[in-house]
């Protein structure tokens, strides 16, 4: 039983985490944590901030409440978010084990355990039966602010997921997901998530007034939270489109000082194979390795996500656009023994999606172009699979490896001392 210090503790960093105070939120859970680590609603509000922090610490810390206090649906509720939000296929499994258990909990149910459920339906890509559940609950909870906004929070994720780019406000869908994210910030004033979304729908409508609202929207999360790499990477993205370059990339440059996001990369790559010549760039050179480096830290959090191989491939697309793909080898050696070693399969969908990417170009002087980074990356990444097949049995291997395997037997690694 909890003792009187413990409640007032837990309701005081409630509050903090309610209000979005992210700082100081983080602060007295650390000081809390010091004395009594063993109040887990307290490690449920640091592991919620500790995302825009550290992901895979994040995702630890919400791991370990959960296999502690498995039905404190406010904690899992923010361990599904972060899954659905942040990792493609890390945890599948934990999440089909977390719909059978609480498929089958008979116990007393919370506003947070409808949104659990809501959420393992949406990372199944059910996103009818997510909705139904969180429709026909979000009214049940209007004396519960935290919950009713995470409720309006998750609507908003659904319908927007529904919009695309130049759709206007009159738009059935735009319309639901401003709705609902207004609702949400009408609750929780300080919420960045809101913020940044409300900026996201702007955005994608596109009009001139529409973006002003949405850097307007970025400005005030960033307000509340300076550092929040989502936010400014937003930020960056509105401004790019506005012709704004030079002031894209300084924000971008900021984020990758400490890049944790894959969205950070995917902006920033994006943007210098785009806007190379008006960004006034002198040398590609430390680019280069910059984002190499980039994407070395990121393969750590997950490998195997698509996000990633994207990445990969406009990281193949920058050095052919700049003829250096043989003079950073060394990089691209690193990249993918990386992500053998993080994740085997990974390897081998990382050279199906480069098989698939580069095939889609049509244009045979453009096909004859970046057929020397493609043959390197095969080559490379067979080189990592024949070091995994030393690591594994025969069998594992067949069924890890081969049975995935797209194997390009035109090439071997002596390819790589021709001359193109």
Not at 6 to 27: G, M, P, S, T
Not at 241 to 263: E, M, P, V
Request: proline content about 1%; overall charge negative; some cysteine.
């Amino acid at each position: 039983m909890q003792v009187e210090q413990d409640i007032l503790d837990i309701e005081e960093v409630r509050q903090l985490h309610f209000n979005f105070d992210y700082a100081k939120c983080q602060e007295r859970c650390k000081a809390i944590l010091q004395e009594r680590p063993y109040l887990f609603q307290v490690r449920t509000f640091y592991g919620f901030f500790l995302i825009y922090d550290d992901l895979k610490e994040s995702f630890k810390q919400q791991l370990q409440v959960y296999q502690e206090a498995p039905y404190y649906f406010e904690n899992t509720s923010y361990m599904l978010d972060n899954i659905f939000s942040n990792f493609q296929n890390k945890s599948k499994s934990l999440v089909q084990t977390i719909f059978k258990q609480y498929s089958d909990y008979q116990e007393e149910k919370n506003g947070f355990y409808y949104i659990c459920l809501a959420l393992i339906y949406r990372i199944q890509q059910d996103h009818q039966k997510s909705y139904e559940i969180l429709i026909s609950r979000v009214n049940d909870y209007d004396d519960q602010p935290i919950v009713q906004s995470w409720f309006y929070h998750q609507l908003g994720c659904h319908f927007q997921n529904m919009t695309d780019n130049g759709d206007d406000e009159e738009n059935e869908n735009v319309q639901n997901t401003l709705k609902f994210f207004e609702k949400g910030l009408e609750i929780q004033p300080r919420s960045t998530m809101n913020l940044q979304n409300l900026g996201v729908q702007y955005h994608r409508i596109g009009t001139l007034e529409a973006n002003i609202k949405s850097v307007q929207y970025y400005n005030k999360a960033l307000n509340i939270n300076p550092q929040d790499q989502y936010a400014l990477c937003n930020l960056s993205a509105v401004l790019a489109d506005a012709g704004q370059y030079n002031q894209s990339i300084q924000i971008l440059k900021l984020c990758f000082k400490q890049i944790k996001f894959n969205f950070v990369l995917n902006q920033y790559l994006s943007l210098i194979i785009n806007h190379y010549s008006a960004l006034g760039i002198q040398s590609i050179d430390q680019i280069f390795r910059e984002v190499c480096q980039g994407a070395l830290t990121l393969i750590k959090i997950e490998a195997n996500n698509d996000f990633l191989f994207q990445n990969f491939y406009l990281i193949l697309i920058l050095s052919i656009q700049h003829s250096i793909q043989l003079k950073y080898i060394d990089l691209f050696e690193s990249i993918i023994s990386t992500f053998r070693s993080e994740d085997i399969i990974s390897l081998v969908l990382l050279e199906k999606f480069i098989t698939k990417s580069l095939s889609g170009e049509e244009n045979e002087e453009v096909q004859k172009k970046i057929y020397p980074a493609k043959k390197m990356a095969f080559i490379l990444i067979q080189k990592e699979l024949m070091i995994s097949q030393q690591f594994l049995s025969q069998i594992v291997y067949k069924n890890i490896i081969q049975n995935n395997m797209h194997y390009q037997s035109s090439y071997s690694h002596w390819d790589l001392l021709m001359d193109y």
